[in-house]
């Protein structure tokens, strides 16, 4: 049995569990769409739209990005892959319970009436998490952002600091930083408790993959419980 016509996949998962990598399969593999609410901000502040002018002057001084403007941004998002795409990742969103809220609220417009939610949970200890985040390089082109791990050779680049894709140096980022590693933690488990119990009291199933182990294993056991051949 395929996976249904049209799809969300929510991948659920604290920063370094592997939402990125699992997503980037899917799209080469399954030629599914990915997006992340960190490339759209990005995407609009480069293109100037209004969303991206607001959303720069709120990093500029400092600020956290509302919720109402990152569901504004993702809800137009949708609006436009829907209309040629039929399986579609969201990677960092929904963050809250309240984007998680907006996320069912959206889905209940005619345009989506055919579309299924899937919630998937990507299931590692936070030990784990950061040995793997402070082992993780970045591609420092703005246009590749491909991630590297130092710790897992299958995710390591072919040349040392060098991207495989585009050939720009790989960096490190600040907020991969052990303070940083530990605070990005705490602030995602204060919420993930709340959106997993929204979408179960939805009605919602939650599939949990373990991904301590191998990006292969993981992506073999996702396709086997979405029930993609």
């Not at 933690?185 to 949990?208: M, P, Q, R, S, W």
Request: proline share 3%; net charge positive.
């Amino acid at each position: 049995m395929k996976l249904d016509t049209s799809n969300i996949i929510v991948f659920l998962g604290p920063p370094g569990s592997g939402k990125g990598t699992l997503s980037r399969l899917c799209v080469n593999r399954l030629a599914w769409t990915q997006f992340s609410t960190g490339d759209l901000c990005r995407e609009h502040i480069t293109n100037k739209t209004e969303l991206g002018k607001n959303i720069d002057f709120i990093i500029k001084s400092g600020k956290l990005i509302s919720d109402s403007l990152i569901i504004k941004m993702v809800e137009k998002e949708l609006e436009k892959q829907f209309k040629n795409q039929s399986k579609v990742i969201l990677d960092g969103f929904p963050r809250t319970k309240e984007q998680a809220v907006a996320l069912s609220n959206i889905l209940k417009a005619s345009c989506f009436n055919q579309v299924k939610l899937n919630i998937v949970k990507l299931d590692i200890p936070d030990s784990d998490i950061i040995l793997r985040l402070s082992k993780r390089m970045i591609c420092s082109d703005k246009k590749c952002q491909t991630i590297y791990s130092l710790s897992d050779i299958s995710l390591k680049p072919k040349v040392e600091n060098i991207c495989d894709n585009c050939s720009s140096n790989l960096i490190k980022r600040i907020d991969d930083e052990i303070d940083a590693i530990l605070d990005r933690l705490k602030i995602y488990h204060l919420h993930e408790n709340d959106i997993i119990d929204f979408f179960h009291n939805k009605g919602h199933k939650i599939i949990t993959l373990s991904v301590n182990r191998p990006v292969e294993d993981i992506y073999r056991d996702f396709l086997t419980k979405l029930n993609i051949n």
